[in-house]
């Protein structure tokens, strides 16, 4: 009985925390310019790309190159997202008051991450239009698609847990936003040949399991693996966690 009172409590403090960030998504501009710049240039970049590699100029019916683009606009993009979220609290100085109210450390930090998580992923659904587009056009892997998309929203959510945990160390949303570029673009890079060239052996190899860019691979491609899923839950709890432990240091 008392376990169940306690977890509808923490899923009500959930709902609260997260309708009042998704409120700020959907009354700011920032949500708007977010949104629209990103549709454009996915879109732009698969049809038209930069060079010779555009989908009219490889002419086959699939998603690659549009996932290709993705994860280099979540760095650009998603860091934008979730600058504020503490930085903006801790600014206003209504971190401390929210830190009054009945919620847990916890409760907070997966309210807000859900709500930008969740923000992102409509923003996703909204380029459904390019799949229907290729799928009219020719015979498009719908399976293959929808495990692109998966990998998206997964890889998504590992950029905004992360630029939570950068965004709690400091009051300042330009460093936030810089400390969350910077890594992310390591972390993807991380996975490339030419940096696993230079480590190589086993550095190579541990680098390569930890970079986001050898576990987007495979979604992009429309495989969807197990592990690669399970790398992307895992890395996003760790991050949830440790943005509660930073939580935790600031308040003592």
């Known amino acids: 009985m008392n376990s169940s009172f306690s977890i509808s409590e923490s899923l009500q403090g959930i709902r609260t925390i997260f309708s009042k960030e998704w409120r700020t998504y959907s009354n700011t501009p920032i949500g708007y310019i977010f949104a629209v710049l ?26 690659e190159q549009f996932f290709l683009w993705i994860p280099l606009l979540y760095s650009v993009f998603v860091p934008a997202i979730t600058m504020r979220l503490w930085s903006e609290e801790e600014r206003a100085g ?78 300042d949303q330009i460093s ?11 972390l993807f890079l991380s996975g490339t040949q030419p940096v696993l060239k230079f480590l190589g052996g086993s550095a190579a190899s541990l680098v ?28 996003l709890l760790f991050s949830l966690f440790a943005n509660v432990l930073v939580l935790r240091w600031r308040r003592e």
């Open 208 to 235: 390569s399991f930890l970079s986001f860019s050898r576990h987007f691979e495979s979604f992009r491609f429309g495989i969807l693996d197990g592990r690669d899923v399970f790398y992307y839950l895992s890395f």
């Open 94 to 171: 209504t971190l401390e008051l929210l830190f009054t109210l009945p919620f847990r450390e916890s409760e907070i930090v997966v309210g807000k991450f859900l709500a930008a998580w969740a923000f992102l992923g409509s923003v996703l659904i909204l380029t459904i239009p390019v799949p229907f587009s290729i799928y009219a056009v020719g015979d498009l892997d719908l399976g293959a698609t929808f495990a692109g998309y998966l990998g998206c929203f997964l890889l998504g959510g590992s950029y905004i847990a992360v630029g939570l945990v950068f965004s709690a160390f400091t009051k």
């Open 176 to 186: 936030a936003y810089l400390l969350t570029l910077l890594f992310c673009i390591f």
């Open 38 to 63: 990103f549709l454009f240039l996915s879109a732009f970049l698969f049809f038209f790309g930069l060079g010779e590699d555009s989908f009219w100029d490889r002419k086959a019916a699939n998603m």
